[in-house]
């Protein structure tokens, strides 16, 4: 395989070599790995073909000469879910997620650590020093032990001990630095510099920007395996309209632009989806410069978040690239508060099964806002990259009482089945108050009980179609009824005017959750017969439940 690195500023080409950082010609830090295009798109989707589905079957894209499979740890290939409840509830049915989860060390970075760590390898470079805000570190540790590399990690004090503890257990050498994590950084390239270290340099680092691009790669397998080739014959595969991370220092959007754009320069695709790059809101430096329209981002000195992954106060020229890269697509740099996190990160869990971490969950709490103000349209598809793990973030979002405790008496020798049915019974109440759903499809069903049942204990009857539901309340005569008005044959208003017909069912309060707009007229039929109107899409609104609360109690 063949390649170069070319410099961004002065387009000279030098051969790659790890631990030179320096353009020969200009001195500058800011260069890519370029590789033959043109005789690749003959070969390269032969060359795949057959491979599996990990970062490896991309290597005629990748900087690393001969890869050592001994190395690796299984990654790249994660899956890209559908998110169908999380879909529905925005109004999203082409919303996937990708999952970066499920690498070796639960976080995207795996990428990262994998191919850069190879190429020191291929290099015969045994000791590197890496800031980190956790994840980082984390990888490049368990890398790096297989790989017989040393590494130093310089890690903020706010990083989580958990994540601190797990860069020890790997044996790398883990310095707590009691500053901003620019501040850890430039500590870590003056200890790099004097020892005449390798330095992971973030942004700057081919490998890590080459890693990342297979992102990009895998998500349009994928989506083109999901949902079909393109339209355009002469492009074999799809790209999707969005592309959603949560960033720090943008490595990661910097990396999958670049991969998108290659796979358009082998005319494998047309397009490169919009970028969306999410900040915390406490550190934000490149959401507020860009939307005051800068070239150079304004650093963030004292970031005010919690989450702590996401802590680059001073993005540097990374701001600069990823700007040009956001506007050329027209994407948008958005920011999310960390209480918008935690309940997108809650969300998430609960509709989707995904527990995330924190930092993970920022591109979700953005992705809610984009679809909010309308710039992500229904029509779309949309891929959020869902970083990395769970980190005990759970009393910012549970609060007090996710728990319910079960103690057993002590003699049970007694009656023991007796003095469990008692514990039992403090576990819940003997009877739930109880809701009817008429509607006809199945998916808006189930998106409906599944928030009911996130949010408290009901028993919940489905209908599908306005007849049963009609006969299935008559006979129930519940707390509640959620109507779906578009049904075949007997319709939501058809369903009503039966209700209020009778005087058993007319009290029932009704929640009409509609998917399209009504008309001014049926609006009016609706008036005085029903408590509330939810549009399906605004399900995210707090709204919904607090309305049922509000009836049943
Ligand atoms: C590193 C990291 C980010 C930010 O990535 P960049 O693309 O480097 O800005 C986001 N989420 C998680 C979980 C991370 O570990
Ligand atoms: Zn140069």
Redesign the pocket.
């Known amino acids: 395989m063949s390649f170069v690195v070319r410099?961004?500023?002065?387009?000279?080409a030098a051969p790659y070599f790890p631990s030179s950082i320096?353009?020969?010609?200009?001195?500058?830090q800011w260069?890519e790995a370029e590789y033959e295009y043109d005789s690749l798109a003959d070969s390269f989707l032969r060359q795949i073909a057959g491979r599996p589905f990990d970062l490896w079957r991309y290597r005629e894209l990748l900087p690393i000469r001969n890869p050592n499979p001994s190395l690796s740890l299984g990654e790249g290939g994660s899956p890209l879910i559908r998110a169908v409840n999380l879909g529905m509830m925005l109004g999203l049915p082409n919303l996937f997620i990708k999952d970066e989860r499920q690498g070796p060390t639960a976080s995207f970075k795996d990428r990262q650590a994998a191919v850069t760590i190879a190429a020191l390898k291929e290099a015969g470079i045994t000791e590197m020093v890496a800031a980190s805000t956790g994840n980082v570190a984390i990888s490049y540790s368990a890398y790096a032990a297989r790989a017989g590399i040393k590494l130093w990690a310089f890690v903020t004090s706010l990083v989580p001990a958990v994540k601190m503890r797990e860069i020890a257990l790997y044996g790398s050498q883990v310095v707590k630095v009691t500053a901003s994590y620019d501040q850890a950084k430039k500590l870590a390239a003056e200890f790099a510099r004097q020892r005449n270290l390798y330095l992971d340099m973030g942004a700057r680092t081919i490998t890590s920007i080459e890693a990342m691009k297979t992102i990009a790669f895998e998500i349009s397998e994928q989506v083109t395996s999901l949902l079909g080739p393109p339209a355009n014959a002469a492009h074999q595969w799809r790209t999707p309209d969005w592309y959603i991370q949560a960033i720090s220092g943008g490595m990661g959007p910097i990396g999958v632009y670049k991969g998108f754009r290659e796979l358009r320069q082998m005319g494998l695709v047309d397009r490169i989806p919009a970028i969306a790059p999410i900040q915390a809101d406490g550190c934000a430096p490149m959401v507020t410069s860009w939307k005051k329209g800068l070239e150079e981002a304004e650093p963030v000195l004292s970031p005010r978040t919690h989450i702590e992954t996401l802590a680059t106060g001073d993005p540097g020229r990374a701001y600069t690239l990823l700007r040009k890269y956001v506007n050329e697509t027209h994407g948008v740099f958005e920011s999310a508060t960390d209480e918008e996190t935690y309940r997108a990160m809650h969300v998430l869990a609960k509709m989707e099964g995904l527990s995330a971490e924190p930092a993970a969950a920022v591109a979700f709490a953005g992705l809610f806002k984009l679809v909010r103000a309308g710039t992500i349209k229904p029509t779309d598809v949309v891929v959020v990259n869902c970083t990395g793990h769970t980190m005990p973030a759970e009393p910012y979002i549970l609060g007090d009482n996710w728990s319910r405790n079960v103690v057993l008496p002590s003699r049970a020798e007694d009656k023991p089945q007796e003095g469990l049915l008692a514990a039992l019974t403090s576990v819940a109440p003997d009877r739930f108050h109880r809701v009817v759903i008429v509607d006809d499809s199945p998916e808006s069903r189930r998106l409906i009980r599944r928030i009911l049942q996130s949010q408290g204990n009901f028993q919940i009857i489905e209908a599908a179609d306005g007849k049963s539901g009609l006969e299935t309340i008559q006979r129930e005569l519940p707390d509640l009824i959620i109507l779906d008005l578009m049904m075949p044959e007997m319709d939501g208003f058809a369903v009503l005017d039966a209700l209020k017909a009778k005087p058993e069912t007319a009290e029932i309060p009704v929640i009409v959750a509609s998917a399209k707009e009504l008309t001014p007229e049926e609006k009016s039929r609706l008036e005085g017969q029903i408590q509330s109107l939810m549009q399906k899409g605004d399900f995210l609104n707090d709204e919904f439940l607090d309305e049922v609360r509000s009836l049943i109690h």
């Open positions: 410099c961004m500023d002065c387009g000279h320096n353009c020969p010609r200009c001195n500058s260069r």
